[in-house]
């Protein structure tokens, strides 16, 4: 059924309704000057995808170096680059950005049965802070590069490597701030905003996980903003706090990064966490296993997530005895992950579940995490960690996480809120595909990574023993397959902007207060405010079993 | 609408007791009370500081999640310091590792150390 | 009110909920800010107990005169702040005006005491590196360092601040703020108290170490 067909039985007058894409104007200026929270997740959406296909040309390069153990393709200098620049990127102008700035601030104000967040002009300050940043770092790309990996560690970077440092820390110091201002806002929006009736506890789990992101945000990102400042000093100045000329200590430079930078990752995949659970009782059609678990173990992920840092020194001159204590509270802090992982599987038992798309990026969510959580375990043993740091091993966990995690999350996201945010379908059929394609894409790339860690395998190398030569083949091949499932969503979205069958306002049948308005919203929202009566994911399995076969 | 009115009196008075501090902190640093020094010192900023955010900033007025919010700012600053210090403080303590790098413990060489330089890595894009 | 009405922002029901909006998300900002400089306090934390003799060696050279009153300076303005807030609880607009009028004086007093302390410092080659006074420790450049960049953000701070009060005291000289509504004065002072609680904690810790010998 085509939507032409249907369009032309409509009256004029009601042919096209009002919505947050035509309300409020078309053009350019309009959108850049925006203050509705739907326009700027989508500003946002486009900014990430640029700095996306930047880092990820850089990871093929990577790989496709990788491919032989000589270091032929480019120089080791220029490898560095490559993986700083990835590093760069992928974690502060892709990952943390991607479902907060992007599915937070279109669908968080409407979850909670408002108009908007509190603070819709620092709202759109942060979109620009954060391409100022962007601007930044692409720059000390173009101007050479920065060689001293996405951790910035002294010495190197405050005493010798080069004077792009500064700059690519500027742009890091300038989109934290825009970071820091989104966190303040949501957890100022979610304490302030929520519709009558909505209390805490009838919240849905996304705005659980997106609450316990921000305060993560608002904590940690200043000491960052602070240490990359210390150590651009101490290059323009020649002299500061980590120089051991004076008596400094390096390794203080790494307590106050990784103090940020730790909590950093849980910003990079609570809000996954919060998708999860969004997508797994809408596509189970359940109420969600242990609702007040999963929602402390959010705030529990955040509190303990800032309290082990210390995991990522334990090979440099950090004493024994805080060491032992990091490895225990790195243990403590998988337990409320594996909570959330055992109420995901007890709310898939006894659904009724359907394997759409948004769906596939779930299940693959969970099993991918699980993988990646339960290889931190390993690192979190001190005496392991000591022979797997700086291996492969590493890499793998931390792209499980991130990639197998927050990247599927974050997709599955999309694909669910798609409808939503644009009024239209994306084919189904290749939905299911794309998200196949990237499962086993993925796998291949990164299951070698483990063998070969465990194996020796150093990371940050580009020339290596020819033993390795194979698992490196067959990450480069996954690797290709990866961006196959990651491109075909970016076309098949594009296509369905003009093509795509016209959305109904609740085309998953799901709960929640952003289904009980038209897809897409109009610019205020809602046409009046909504009151929330009761428990959220009243879905009943049983009885739409029922209803389907009688 | 609904923000506490503190009198002027009041504001006045908590003024008078910050300057009463301020002399006090002055006063004790003139004398030497060994490692007690610091402790004075900073629990007569810590004194200061509560009377700025619980008067001037109407905290004392306010509801229990404000108070959250100012006391997690502390705290997060608090568990930086600590988690950090918890490695300063234990170096070097376990037998057979090696020792404490920093020359602590040792008073200050009555001339200075000549500063070595540590010669810069050779490539084109060194500054 | 026409008045109230128009100061409501649209994505607000009323003014109660403006309120509370802002006086927290102010108070998140601050939190931010505690971490901010939290990581310079840290780094102080740490050299200090690791260089006693230096550090106490280098801030015998801060200029206890001038950090003295200055301390005081910002605790009066502080006071004056939380006068003007009072005023403007009252509707008194022209007692408002006058008490922002004095704080934005003090910060001004306050830099330009700052101004000459950090004039006279850099006379006592306190700078460091190469041209830094001989007769101190290595070390006592990283208490230095310190120095010049927590009394230098500290400064930028101020200086902000009295720039954002100037324009309260714009905005109230036009007759702007009310009981019903005065939250941008509120929500500066805030911000005011902040700066100066950071200084609070910067004066015994630069200026007043081992003062008795």
Known sequence: ??????????????????????????????????????????????????????????????????LTPQGDMVTSETYNKLFTLHGVLMVWFFLIPSIPAVLGNFVIPMMIGARDVAFPKLNLLSWYLFNAGGLLALYSIIVGGVDTGWTFYTPYSSSFSNWHVVTMAAGIFVAGFGTILTGLNFIITIHRMRAPGLRWHRMPLFLWSLYSTSVIMVL????????????????????????????????????????????????????????????????????????HYVAYSSVAIAILG???????????????????????????VAVPSGVKVFNWTMTLFRGSISFQTPMLYALGFIGLFVVGGLTGLFLASLAVDVHLSDTYFIVA??????????????????????????????????????????????????????????????????????????????????????????????????????????APANPWNATGLEWQTTSPPPKHNFEETPVV??????????????MVHG | MNSTVIPPKISLRIWAALMGLLLLTWGLAQI???????????????????????????????????????????????????????????????????????????????????????????????? | MAEARTALAEQFEDMPQQLEASRQGMWTF?????????????????????????????????????????????????????????????????????????TVFLGLCFLGVKGLEYHEDLDEHLWPGAHFRADLPPQSQIFWFLYWSMTGLHAIHVTVGVVVLSMMARMAARGLFS??????????????????????YLYPLLYLINRYS
């Open chain 1, 1 to 66: 059924m085509s939507t032409m067909t249907v369009e032309s039985f409509r009256p004029v007058a009601q042919r096209k309704p009002k919505t947050y894409l035509t309300e409020g104007g078309r053009t350019l200026s309009s959108w850049l000057l925006t203050t509705d929270h739907k326009r700027i997740g989508i500003l946002y959406l486009y900014s990430i995808i640029v700095y996306f296909f930047i880092a990820a040309v850089a990871a093929a390069l990577i790989r496709l170096e990788l």
């Open chain 1, 220 to 291: 940690a990102t200043p000491v960052l903003a602070m240490t990359l400042a210390l150590m651009a000093l101490e290059r323009i100045w020649g002299l500061g706090l980590f120089d051991p000329k004076l008596g400094g200590d390096p390794v203080l430079f790494q307590h106050l990064f990784w103090f940020y930078s730790h909590p950093a990752v849980y910003i990079m995949i609570l809000p996954g966490m919060g998708v999860v659970s969004e997508l797994i009782t809408c596509f189970a059609r359940k109420q969600i296993f242990g609702y």
């Open chain 1, 306 to 332: 800032f309290l082990v840092w210390g995991h990522h020194m334990f090979v440099t001159s950090q004493s024994v005895y805080a060491g032992f204590a990091f490895s225990f509270l790195s243990f403590m």
């Open chain 1, 397 to 502: 966990h931390f792209h499980y996480i991130m990639v197998g995690g927050m990247v599927t999350a974050f997709m599955g996201g999309l694909h669910y809120w798609w409808p939503k945010i644009s009024g239209r379908l994306y084919p189904e059929r290749l939905g299911q595909i794309a998200a196949l394609i990237t499962y086993i894409g993925f796998n291949l790339t990164f299951f070698p990574q483990f063998v070969m860690g465990y194996l020796g395998m150093p990371r940050r190398y580009h020339a290596y023993p020819g033993e390795f030569q194979i698992y490196h083949i067959l990450s480069s091949a996954g690797a290709s397959i990866l961006a196959v499932g990651y491109v075909l969503p970016l076309l098949y979205f594009l296509w369905s902007l003009k093509y795509g069958k016209r």
């Open chain 1, 533 to 546: 009566t009761g428990e959220p994911y009243q879905y009943s399995p049983e009885a739409e079993e029922e």
């Open chain 2, 32 to 127: 030497d009370l060994g490692r007690y020094n610091v402790v004075a010192a900073l629990a007569i900023a810590v004194t200061k500081m509560l009377l700025v955010i619980l008067f001037f900033m109407h905290v004392r007025y306010n509801t229990r999640l404000t108070w959250v919010f100012v006391a997690a700012g502390f705290i997060w600053f608090l568990i930086l310091v600590d988690l950090s210090l918890s490695d300063y403080l234990t170096r070097g303590v376990v037998r057979g590792t090696y020792p404490n790098s920093f020359e602590v413990r040792q008073s200050p060489p009555s001339t200075p150390r000549p500063v070595q330089s540590i010669p810069k890595r050779e490539t084109s894009e060194t500054k």
């Open chain 3, 30 to 102: 601050l939190a931010t800010e505690v971490l901010f400089f939290g990581g310079m306090f840290m780094g102080y934390i740490i050299y200090r107990h690791i260089y006693p003799e230096a550090f106490g060696a280098a801030s015998k050279h801060t200029i206890v005169l001038y950090g003295t009153i200055n301390t005081a300076i910002l605790l009066t303005s502080s006071l004056t702040m939380a006068l003007a807030v009072h005023a403007a609880q009252e509707s008194r607009q022209r007692a408002l005006f006058r008490w922002l009028l004095v």
């Open chain 3, 179 to 200: 009981t019903h509504y005065h939250t941008p004065i509120e929500i500066s002072g805030l911000y005011w108290h902040f700066v100066d609680i950071v200084w609070i």
